[in-house]
């Protein structure tokens, strides 16, 4: 069945040092791409999300970039602080009613 | 501001026991979806809906059950749990197609013994 990847499952980093997940999917059909942060005790929340038109979007400090043709995408995390510590899910969609996310990655920002 | 509430933050339930978790919205949404969340397995959708007394089955359905009559309120019943499904459950809502972005309830971490 369809399914994300996402790597890597932990990732540290040095505060102010920049941060890259990386997630592949499987379904082809796939059109609507939303990543979502969770701290630590707290729900899911949607941080940038890209639909299948665009090939690059930034705000502030977080981007997000599509290859459509490798079926991958990324989330960049630049000038990185202590509260961008969280676990990250990448997702992808057909634009139907069925999200299939990533397993999560746990970033660490050392202050 | 979108809200989605359950009804517990914390459970314990005996092994056999019939267990319900209730998921409110309150924006008018028309597509709400159960998840469980496990370590190193991120969110995998149990069940979900897209209109009232509508349901799909998600990806591990077994052993679940859900319920829609009133288009805020989705729940998610365990017949006869078990220990293995023990994890955290989140409540997620959606406005429709053409939005995708789902907005997640705080979660119910779910222990059966």
């Known amino acids: 069945g369809e399914n994300v990847e996402q790597h890597p499952s932990t990732l540290s980093v040095q505060e102010g040092d920049s941060a890259v997940i990386k997630c592949t999917y499987s379904?082809?059909?796939?059109?609507?791409f939303p990543w979502y942060k969770q701290e630590l005790g707290k729900r899911p929340q949607l941080i940038i999300d890209?639909?299948?038109?665009?090939g690059e979007k930034k705000d502030q400090r977080i981007a997000v970039t599509l290859n459509k043709t490798a079926k991958h995408f990324s989330l960049h995390i630049t000038e990185t602080q202590p509260e961008d510590s969280a676990v990250y899910f990448c997702?992808?969609?057909?634009?139907?009613?069925?999200?299939?996310f990533g397993a999560g990655t746990r970033l660490f920002v050392k202050a | 501001d979108v809200k989605v509430t359950q009804s517990s933050r914390y459970l314990v339930k005996r092994t056999g026991e019939k267990v319900f978790l209730e998921c409110v919205q309150d924006?008018?949404?028309?597509?709400m979806f159960w998840y469980r969340q496990d370590p190193g397995l991120g969110l995998r959708l149990i069940y979900f809906?897209?209109?009232?007394?509508?349901?799909e089955k998600g990806d591990i359905p077994e052993g679940y059950s859900v319920s829609r009559e009133k288009k805020e309120r989705f729940s998610l019943i365990l017949e006869s749990a078990s220990t293995n499904q023990t994890s955290m459950y989140l409540c997620?809502?959606?406005?429709?197609?053409?939005?995708?972005?789902?907005?997640f309830g705080p979660g119910t971490r779910l222990t059966v013994l």
């Open positions: 997620a809502s959606s406005r429709g197609q053409e939005r995708d972005t789902q907005y």
């Open positions: 379904d082809s059909a796939s059109n609507y």
């Open positions: 890209i639909r299948s038109n665009v």
């Open positions: 997702a992808a969609s057909t634009g139907g009613f069925k999200t299939i």
């Open positions: 924006m008018d949404h028309e597509n």
């Open positions: 809906s897209y209109d009232v007394k509508m349901k």
